[in-house]
């Protein structure tokens, strides 16, 4: 460990001394909680100084009622339903995609937009529907094999858009009150498309201090650091700390894209309900590419196994290990809710990262908060 990260790590230990209370920090975003995680930053917090794991996953904050909608899509005759392979295994009210695709549906696993479009290319004569899932990451390339298949006069092509926007959903939490947070450490990817003055709301209405961090051992110790000076001098300020990569107004192109196709609208998230213009619906323009109209799918409610509390966890309510399923019948191989699906899924990476230290950690923290 070089002297600067040494000077980083003395730099957050006494800025929580003298905050001198318990200190909760959202990450956002999912690979920022696996970083944490992977760099082994998270064993060397001070045990004042806590990360709460946001709804920043993908795959986590799908809601249910999407899988399901998949799941009929797929099972419709001549369908093929591309995905990426995250999305196989999240449980649906009647099983998941991997289950329908052993029993004879056609579910491809793709690994781009374009990727979907090919099939569709290859296989004229059957409808091709693209499940989008992702934030404003993977957005623009949604948008843009659209435009292309419009160009190209691509009839069979279908998007199935579950595409989200961050920022409502983190005003959504600040609104439930259901967790107290003293900031935000906000994502390196979605924060390159939308650009860093996106948070800007959420400080200046909010009052919440939000730095948007890369995701080395640098970065993640750098985000901490200012996070905690502002939580000292009690001025809640927007700061980029990744200015290599994210600028104030974001990626021009890519949100020109997401302009043209899309239009916000409220979206369903799992476990926070409907989020007012968090999501990313079609302009009456490209309709068409809708594969819910194009196909006169309804998309029903949601019915989660309550006894999955993977939307306490990414809501910051609980950690995994308060969930009773967790690593006692939910697991990586056998997973119950989606956390403990993705690569990026909170639960999923507290299973990996040496989940009964994780435990002990978790109960003693508690434990130092009773005294």
Known sequence: MTNYLHSLIADMQGLCKVIGRRVQIMEVCGTHTV??????IRSLLPG????VSGPGCPVCVTAQRHIDAAIELATMDGV????????????????SLEGIRSEGACVRVINSARAALDLARAHPDRPVIFLGVGFETTAPASAAVVLEAERDGIE???VLSCHKR?????????????????????????????GSDAYRPIVELYGKPCVVAGFEPKQLLTGLVHLLRQVVSGQSKLENVYPAV??????RVALALLDQVFEHSDAPWRALGVIPQSGLDFRPAYQRFDALRRLDVTVGADLDNPACRCGEVIQGKIDPVDCPLFDRGC???MPIGPCMVSSEGTCSAWHKYNRMASRSSTLAMKARVCT
């Open 48 to 51: 004042t100084l806590r990360l």
């Open 246 to 251: 994210v600028h104030r107004h974001g990626n």
């Open 166 to 194: 961050v920022v409502p959903a983190m005003a959504a939490l600040l609104q439930s009150e259901g967790v107290p947070l003293d900031g935000f450490l906000c994502p390196g990817h979605v924060s390159v498309i939308i």
């Open 331 to 333: 697991t990586p191989l």
């Open 35 to 40: 970083s944490f995680f992977r760099s082994g």
């Open 156 to 158: 069979n092509f279908g």
């Open 80 to 95: 093929i339903l591309a995905t990426y392979g995250d999305m196989l295994r999240v449980p649906g009210r009647l099983g």
